[in-house]
Nanobody, 123 residues
């Protein structure tokens, strides 16, 4: 059974930092491109950041470029999202997702999703 488990969310003041982790089990992690999405109530789930299966290429939404960094540790089946200079508009539930491919794919093509972790940024 495949599981993606996010952790690291919480409450932080604007300008602060958080690091999210997503640990996978039940799959060969190095075969999966991984991505982070976020979603507010009543809104679509939006792409935030992604990393290819080798960890060589990363991709970011314009809204987080220069502030967020994603990385992965294939030996520990974990992908990370380092979030710096957080803004109140970054408040959302953050999800990690995995796709059985090398590079990134559209949202609907991700095979597995985590349960989400809540990030709240206070002003």
């Amino acid at each position: 059974q495949v599981q993606l488990v996010e952790s690291g969310g919480g409450l932080v003041q604007a300008g602060g930092s958080l690091r999210l982790s997503c640990t996978a089990s039940g799959l060969t992690f190095s075969n999966y491109a991984m991505a982070w999405f976020r979603q507010a109530p009543g809104k679509e789930r939006d792409f935030v950041a992604g990393i290819n299966s080798y960890g060589e290429a990363t991709y970011y939404a314009d809204s987080v470029k220069g502030r967020f960094t994603t990385s992965r540790d294939n030996g520990n089946n974990t992908v990370y999202l380092q979030m710096n200079s957080l803004k109140p508009e970054d408040t959302d539930v953050y999800y990690c997702a995995g796709a059985y491919t090398v590079g990134l794919v559209p949202r609907h093509e991700y095979d597995y999703w985590g349960q989400g972790t809540k990030v709240t940024v206070s002003s």
